[in-house]
């Protein structure tokens, strides 16, 4: 039979523009916010977390901000190059300070050269 | 400084087998992970240990998979028997003290496959 697996949200940008990738939470009472990128065959590289006291963050080329009140969080990258093409996730720290991270289902970005 | 490592990188086994993947965290994170991804499900914590000790376990999916923390510098998650629908990438990760706001950071996996 015909196997259904995750249908991921896909970006498609050209190399140059800025690219912004939404996530959703689901907690309010979250207090961390962590994004990273996974490319084919490996695993998922930490690029840029948040707490809940900030309401952006910038790192190099990427920026992350967080709307707690509509509980959004985004990334942006700018000038987006072909080597960001991966599959961008983020996650929400546990409320309860355990450590364990909530990851959502992932974005794919595609940078079109 | 080196990352997460886990081996073996793949594994091809058939059913009923028995399966040890093994990971060594970063030295001196106190926090290790066991994770699995597949395309139906996505990324599933299976597992963590805080401090060597399993914390929560309440994502391991049967009695055929178990995990051990010997020391801060190794850990083995065990499938026995195997089965075909365990074929995922299982990742391990690990982070620096044991509470939230921690970044967790990856090794790049054990792509098996359960024939």
């Known amino acids: 039979g015909e196997s259904v697996g995750l249908h991921l949200p896909t970006l498609s940008v050209q190399e140059g523009d800025n690219s912004i990738i939404n996530c959703a939470y689901s907690n309010s009472a979250s207090d961390y916010f962590i994004w990273y990128k996974q490319e084919s065959g490996k695993g998922p590289q930490f690029i840029i977390d948040?707490?809940?006291?900030?309401d952006k963050r910038q790192g190099q080329r990427v920026t992350v901000l967080l709307n707690k009140t509509v509980k959004h969080l985004s990334l942006q990258i700018a000038a987006t190059q072909p080597g960001d093409s991966a599959v961008y996730f983020c996650a929400e720290g546990d409320s309860g300070n355990t450590g364990k991270l909530i990851f959502g289902q992932g974005t794919t970005l595609q940078v079109k050269p | 400084d080196a990352g997460v490592i886990q081996s073996p990188r793949h594994e091809v086994t058939e059913m009923g087998q028995e399966v040890t993947l093994r990971c060594k965290p970063i030295?001196?994170?106190?926090?290790l992970f066991w994770y699995r991804q597949t395309m139906m499900r996505g990324l599933e914590l299976l597992i963590y240990?805080?401090?060597?000790?399993?914390?929560?376990d309440s994502g391991m999916p049967e009695d055929r998979f178990s995990a051990k923390m010997p020391n801060a510098s190794f850990s083995t998650l065990k499938i026995q028997p195997s089965e075909p629908r365990d074929s995922a990438v299982y990742f391990c990760a690990s982070s620096r003290g044991t509470g939230a706001n921690q970044p967790q950071h990856f090794g790049d996996g054990t792509r098996l496959s359960i024939l």
């Open positions: 240990f805080n401090n060597n000790v399993p914390i929560d």
């Open positions: 948040i707490r809940s006291n900030m």
């Open positions: 030295s001196g994170h106190n926090s």
